[in-house]
Each structure stands twice: as structure tokens, then as C-alpha cells.
């Protein structure tokens, strides 16, 4: 379970959202923007993920590799819950995610710019080119 893995982001009230397509309102944000409606619940979804209040970000753009986008966790528990996720996000679409921190330079960038660096530099490390 999710908050096994990460019990202190669980404490603080860490949230999920999963983007599927990239007709988003969250991918023209900024990563601080996007990050801010997460977490305040300003957006829309079916998803029933975010309900759950789990993890700042699960992000997938169709195309690329599926991206898990962490804000808020300590690498331990980023790294406990990556292999969580990451193995069903393997389970459920064959495809290995790439795994990533907001850091204070990303955070003016658009959120598909980010994702889709993110995206890019790890097929390119999958493929041994990175």
C-alpha cells in the first residue's frame, strides 16, 4: 500500500493526480502553478486516484514513458513509493516510468515541457544513449 511507503508524506496530506491526455489543463501550467492546484484541489477529475490523497503527481503523457512526479517527499520514501507505482504502471501499460523531484529550476517551466524532458532523457538512458 501507497502509505506504507511513504507514511511521513502521508501524515502531511499528500496528494495524486494522474494526467492521461494531453488535452490537460494541468500540462499548460508551470510545475509550481499545476503543483498548487493538486494540492488545493482546483482541478476536475474522474480519476477517483485523486480522492485518495496519495502523491503530489503521477503523470503520464500518452506518447512517452510514463512520468512519476514527486513534490514533498523525502528520497527514501520517493524511492519506496517510485518502486510501488512503478511496478504497476509496468503491470498496466509494459512500459518502464522515469522517475523525478520538482527541483527549484523546473518550477516557472510548463508542466509538459518538464514531463516531456523527463520522458526523453529516460527512454534515451533505456536505450543506453543517455
Do not use: W
Amino acid at each position: 500500500m501507497l502509505s506504507d511507503s511513504a507514511p511521513a508524506a502521508f501524515k502531511v496530506g499528500v496528494k495524486l493526480s494522474r494526467i492521461n491526455d494531453k488535452e490537460n489543463i494541468l500540462l499548460q501550467c508551470t510545475v509550481d502553478d499545476a503543483l498548487e492546484k493538486v494540492v488545493n484541489n482546483a482541478i476536475q477529475s474522474d480519476d477517483d486516484a485523486i480522492k485518495d490523497k496519495h502523491l503530489a503527481k503521477l503523470d503520464r503523457i500518452e506518447e512517452g514513458n510514463p512520468v512519476l512526479f514527486f513534490s514533498g517527499f523525502d528520497n527514501s520514501e520517493m524511492m519506496a513509493s517510485y518502486n510501488l507505482l512503478g511496478g504497476e504502471i509496468y503491470k498496466e501499460n509494459g512500459k518502464t516510468a522515469a522517475c523525478a523531484k520538482a527541483v527549484p529550476n523546473a518550477m516557472s517551466k510548463p508542466l509538459q515541457e518538464v514531463l516531456e524532458e523527463i520522458s526523453g532523457d529516460h527512454s534515451m538512458a533505456m536505450m543506453g544513449k543517455g
